[in-house]
């Protein structure tokens, strides 16, 4: 991948399962949205906001919940 979304946040338009498989995440990367797999050791909702912290090749990532600190 020729610009790490290490480190981006996105939103999951398919809920991941867990262990179970991957769901799908939409992320900005180079100035527009695209989709990655996406995989988390819980299972997620859809429209849970996420932080990337690994990558798997081009098109796959591992995500965790994330919770924006500028907000209460």
Excluded: N
């Amino acid at each position: 991948m020729s610009a790490s979304v290490i480190g981006c946040v996105g939103t999951l338009i398919v809920p991941t399962r867990g262990t179970e498989g991957a769901g799908e995440v939409l992320l900005t990367v180079r100035g527009s949205k695209e989709t990655f797999l996406a995989c988390s050791d819980e299972p997620l909702a859809k429209g849970t906001q996420v932080l990337v912290v690994q990558a798997y090749g081009p098109r796959t990532v591992v995500v965790e919940p994330w919770h924006d600190p500028t907000f209460p």
